[in-house]
């Protein structure tokens, strides 16, 4: 790879140990990626911040880090951590000290403390075609394929290392070719949910073994945010493929000739890739944000539940900053006063808010956390689209 003179003295070391170490990881992945060089960024959003993902040597891992005096070099923005910290629970001692530790770290280092997993929903967005680093799957999709963003998928490490040096490999889906699909998937059954994007968006992740593909004939969603979050989101759950297009050839350019292969979803696809994540009729509780939900859905969500109450305990996942929004208007009191409650600063996934000693079985319409709840905890979900969801459980 490639360095200016700038970044080969930082990787001596002359800006000290931090930087020096968020060079060495750059390089190690440029060299995996095959990356003539590195590129600066204008964003980086890094995971890794709630404790169930990163454990006990994450903790140590970022208290080093920041202990170092390392600052980020660029606007940085955080994923959602494990709980709201402003609201009484019943949490594990360790597991609130450990989650603080990691928030510290992350304030200590000038980040931006969002706690959220979309942060295009929250944040001014820059020009398309401009280089970001973002962690979060679903805002990694997003940014490609909804606002033109450049970035790969990237671990929490590579992110974390190029908010440090406001860098990032000049590789994959930061190259216009590698944003040219081979594989067309053609859904032969209409979509109407934001629950059936989210089923072809988790069966193009598992047969896609490439950076972008191509789903014909879905233009129309990308200016609805709600079904192009449960696409994106599952499209990130079950695979490496790291961006969409509407088509092969309506989108940059693309020429016909570059999809290679086409493949057919019907109705049997959906009903599978259904019958994998769907393993209840039923559940206890309602679990909603996986992505965190927005002002979209927030407003939709009074809409189909006016002058309604929920049956069962609903928990609604936002950003914080979306809720204090949607408090301005009233919104959140009224959806309040229907039953529901809001958590803030947290995710449906991997929270230990949502644990098998409490909840048997979850009703969802987010592929993500009926993904993560069933495999790591270990619950039975009922998969439902938003507005079966309210009208079967409110009266």
Known sequence: MQLTAGEQRSLDGEDGKTIASAYRILLAIGAATEAEKLVPIKWAHVSGVNYNTIGDSGVEFLEKFASDDARVAVKTTVNPMGFDR?????????????????????KGMGTTPSF????????????????????????AIYSNSVLGLLTNKESSLSALASSMTGKAPYSDLRIQEFR??????????????????????YFAGKIVNESCVALDGIKEIKSDTIKTKCLSAALGTSGTCGMFTS?????????????????AFDRAELNAVND???????????????????????????????????????MIFCPRTIYNQASKTGLTSRIENAGAEFVCDSCACLTPLITKNDVDSIITNSIKAAYYLNHFNQMEVALKDLKTIVKNHTN
Do not use: M, W
């Not at 040219?180 to 968006?201: F, K, M, N, Q, S």
């Open 247 to 263: 088509s092969p050839s309506e989108e940059l350019g693309q020429k016909e000739e570059f999809t290679k292969e086409v493949v």
């Open 276 to 314: 994998e994540l769907n393993t209840a009729d039923d559940g206890d509780v309602i679990v909603l944000g996986s992505p965190q939900l927005g002002l979209n859905e927030l407003d939709l969500i009074f809409e189909l539940a006016k002058e309604k109450k929920f049956s069962k305990r609903c």
């Open 86 to 106: 402003t609201k009484p629970n019943s949490l594990e001692e360790n597991f609130v000290r450990q989650q603080l530790r990691i928030i510290k770290s992350f």
């Open 116 to 139: 959220t997993c979309v942060p295009y929903e929250i944040f001014d967005i820059p020009p398309a075609g401009t280089p970001v680093s973002f962690a979060e799957s679903n805002a």
């Open 180 to 201: 040219h699909p081979r594989v067309t998937i053609r859904p032969a059954v209409e979509l109407l949910t934001e629950l059936d994007y989210g089923l072809l968006g």
